[in-house]
């Protein structure tokens, strides 16, 4: 069985797309910038431009998902910089591993849907313009741009634009939970952003259909075909979790007091498509929220 090269695996998508990689026959193995005795681990590191090059000799797929988490830590001018380089470093050692050691059947890059902006209700597909002007498209337009370069060398690559990924295990379902259980269900600003969500499964077979379609390549929206204004979101978590829990307003001004332009996560609509990928072939476990919940929150593997 072929064997797959992860940048990016400790996180949340890294550890479920490793399961279920595994649970598939292929083999794993990851890029991680502390030396570990595991022999799955290779060492690197983006900003000295180091790498172990024997990762890339037994690689026959690359997926990267490396890149320091965007909700971490404020957006001062210093973290800015460190949210794009995170992104653009690491694809371009790969890229220039690529060059110099091996070439992989595919490359696989995640990106985000955050590279549309705020753009109320209007439907996006994957040749709708970016808004430059907004630090979340501007990282992004940034990570893709990064990718491309791997698409010069003649290597498939599929580039993936991720939306709101709902995990029990991480992520923004936990966080979108924690005040129901006080007995409050918050809305962001006026409730009508349109947030793209998708179960933790079906954004990992993504990448498993496209490291196994030599049709996949471009850029594709990693999204659930049915986008909800943020305000029903909040309700269906609360009818699959159950218990009372009132609405309370989180008003625009007070998010942007509170967290700066990181409030962008929070109050930017995207009301993204999923109809190329599915066009491509690609077929949701979970395409309705109720049961992606369901099955979130009653899962134990």
């Known amino acids: 069985m072929s064997t797959v090269l992860i940048a990016g695996g400790s996180g949340l998508i890294g550890q479920r797309l490793n399961y279920l990689l595994e649970k598939k026959g292929y083999d794993t ?6 030396k570990k005795t595991d022999k799955k681990y290779f060492q690197w590191d983006a900003s000295k431009g180091t790498i172990d090059a024997s990762a890339i000799e037994k690689a026959d797929y690359v997926i990267n998902l490396a890149g320091a988490g965007i909700v971490d830590k404020r957006w001062t001018t210093k973290r800015k910089k460190i949210l794009i380089e995170s992104r653009t470093q690491t694809t371009q050692l790969l890229k220039d591993s690529f060059e110099k050691i091996k070439k992989p059947k595919a490359y696989l890059s995640a990106s985000a849907i955050g590279f549309y902006g705020n753009r109320g209700d209007q439907w996006l597909t994957e040749t709708s313009e970016p808004q430059p002007e907004d630090f979340l498209s501007e990282c992004t337009i ?16 599929a580039i993936m634009r991720i939306g709101i990924v709902l995990s029990a295990k991480g992520g923004a379902l936990p966080e979108m939970i924690f005040p129901m259980k006080l007995g409050a269900r918050v809305s962001f600003g006026n409730g009508k952003a349109y947030y793209p969500w998708v179960h933790i499964d079906d954004v990992c077979n993504m990448f498993i259909w496209a490291l196994e379609n030599e049709n996949a390549k471009g850029i594709f929206n990693a999204v659930a075909p049915d986008p909800l204004m943020v305000k029903d979101l909040m309700k269906a978590i609360q009818k699959a979790r159950g218990g009372i829990a009132l609405p309370v307003p989180a008003p625009s001004f007070a998010l942007r007091l509170v967290m700066g332009e990181m409030a962008d996560m929070l109050l930017n609509s995207a009301r993204v498509s999923s109809e190329k990928i599915i066009e491509h072939g690609f077929q949701f476990t979970f395409d309705d929220l ?8 009653e899962r134990e593997v």
């Open 290 to 297: 109720d049961e992606a919940l369901l099955d979130i929150l």
């Open 29 to 34: 193995i990851f890029l991680s910038r502390r």
């Open 142 to 157: 940034a990570w893709e741009n990064a990718a491309k370069e791997v698409m010069g060398l003649n290597i498939r690559t």
